[in-house]
């Protein structure tokens, strides 16, 4: 049975146009009168439940079915869906085409459906679209063997069938080019970045698939171009490369920007590139080479309401980056409120990395504020439905700024819980990194000394192996998120973060 839940979310993520299409074209059936109520309770009720919207149903309709009434609108719904897609977007279009081709075949209208998929076949040729291609070519040469090859003589057939080898020679080749990548991201994501040399050795078995694989392809591109950058930009930042790894990212920024036509609607690999440039600006603190980036992602327009919230995500952290590395937490508390509407009242639309890395940043926001309890609620959320985000490589960093939020709040028992339960995950996952042990051992340190100067010796004597983390391509891969040294140097000197931050930045 279809679960409210998901009609909630489909209705509560409708573009504009989407609601629009909808209300012109939904059908009044008479077997089905209820279903435009319910649509009405879902969209005046932004943080409805399944069990309140079952509620204010049956106490609009008592003598109708719920679960009747809620699949119908969810058919409704993704009908409108669709067709709307197959006006806007090529990809849609291109199979709409293919399957009307099939319906006029049926009806013995073969110079109109051949003239569809010529059609077809013309346009996913320029587009790209291989596999739109290799289904209208493979249709055409079946339709043409069952009319027993009209006007058709060898030399054609033969060159039909060549061109259809030659996609499925290129589409392999995106195949191979896409596992090697897709294995690469699902390391890096259920494992996490490199911490060592053994483990960057431990990704060499792709480097050498995919470098083998580029210099054997002879295929010019579009796809498989863009993977390859993909590939390196995202295996270069997982070693700590960050100005090779931007180096990568510039060169697929302008394939890009130069084929917009073989965009992805919405341009999912676009923003991908945007994100991944102005990472690894951030990890160079290139600040001032962040702005032109971030007013790329200000330009991306997009009816889809989860694409652009993810997108406004992406514009806050960015501008919000350059304010927390540098310590000023107040003009970061003054960016947030600006974003309120556009993004946090908005919150439910984000993917859950994207609700995840929020989350943390809103947290060391209110954390720099020393608004303790506003920081706890923000980690709070992901922290209690842990299983949903517990296969992020940021869920531990996560869990070590609450440890820092604890430590504050001085719960040292739960404290000690947290820490033996992050320890027994780093068993798991393997090796651990060295600013996460330093700081697993400071919060569990309960009684600083009392004099100054035993303080300054404690810094001193620790300061040189925060100092040689911070170099470390390695321990980057987590400091470049927050320098957890910087608060433990806060504590131990008895100065505000925000100027051992400001001192850094």
């Known amino acids: 049975m279809l679960k409210s839940s998901a009609l909630i979310s489909l209705i509560q993520s409708m573009s504009k146009p989407e609601k629009k299409a909808f209300k012109m074209n939904a059908p009044r059936a008479e077997s089905m009168p209820h279903y435009l109520s319910l649509y009405t309770i879902i969209g005046q009720n932004k943080t409805i439940t399944p069990e309140l919207l079952r509620t204010k149903f049956m106490k609009q309709h008592s003598g109708a079915s719920f679960d009747t009434t809620v699949k119908y609108l969810y058919q409704v719904v993704l009908d409108t869906m669709l067709a709307l897609r197959t006006e806007q977007d090529s990809y849609y279009s291109l199979f709409d085409k293919i399957l009307k081709a099939r319906i006029l075949f049926e009806k013995s209208l073969f110079e109109e459906c051949f003239d569809l998929l010529q059609k077809v076949i013309d346009s996913a040729r320029k587009l790209e679209n291989y596999y739109a291609l290799l289904i209208a070519s493979r249709l055409e040469l079946e339709y043409l063997l069952t009319l027993n090859f009209p006007h058709i003589d060898e030399k054609l057939l033969l060159h039909k069938q060549f061109r259809i080898n030659e996609v499925m020679r290129i589409t392999q080749k995106i195949n191979q080019q896409s596992a090697l990548y897709e294995l690469l991201k699902h390391r890096v994501l259920h494992k996490g970045n490199i911490r060592s040399e053994q483990q960057k050795n431990e990704l060499n078995d792709l480097v050498v698939s995919e470098m083998s694989l580029v210099a054997s392809s002879n295929v010019e591109n579009f796809e498989i171009k863009k993977l390859h950058q993909l590939f390196q930009a995202n295996y270069l930042i997982s070693v700590g490369d960050y100005k090779s790894a931007l180096h990568s990212f510039y060169e697929l920024n302008n394939l890009l920007e130069s084929n917009k036509h073989l965009w992805s609607n ?28 971030i007013n790329q992602l200000k330009k991306l327009d997009n009816p889809s309401l989860n694409f652009s919230a993810n997108v406004t995500c992406l514009i806050f952290l960015y501008e919000a980056f350059p304010l927390l590395d540098k310590g000023d937490f ?5 960016l947030m409120q600006r974003f309120s509407e556009d993004l946090f009242k908005k919150s439910h639309l984000l993917s859950l990395a994207r609700n995840a890395e929020l989350s943390l940043y809103t947290a060391l926001i209110h954390f720099g504020l020393r608004d303790y309890g506003k920081a706890q609620k923000a980690l709070n959320k992901i922290i209690f439905i842990g299983k949903n985000y517990s296969y992020l490589p940021l869920y531990r960093t996560i869990r070590l700024a609450n440890l820092m939020i604890l430590y ?10 947290e820490t033996r339960s992050i320890k027994r995950d780093m068993n798991v996952v393997g090796k651990e990194y060295k600013i996460e042990r330093s700081v697993l051992s400071f919060v569990n340190r309960q009684n600083l000394p009392i004099s100054g100067m035993k303080r300054k010796a404690l810094w001193e004597k620790i300061a040189s192996d925060f100092d040689k983390m911070r170099h470390d391509v390695f321990e980057q891969q987590i400091i470049r998120l927050f320098d957890f040294s910087a608060w433990i140097e806060s504590k131990i000197r008895k100065i505000p973060l925000s100027e051992v931050l400001a001192n850094r930045g």
Request: net charge negative.
């Open 330 to 334: 107040f003009a970061s508390e003054a």
């Open 266 to 293: 919405p341009p999912i690999y676009y923003l991908l590139t945007l994100e991944g440039i102005l990472d690894t600006l951030r990890s160079l603190k290139n600040y001032e080479g962040m702005r032109h980036f």
């Open 408 to 417: 504050e709040k001085k719960d040292f028992d739960l404290i000690k819980s």
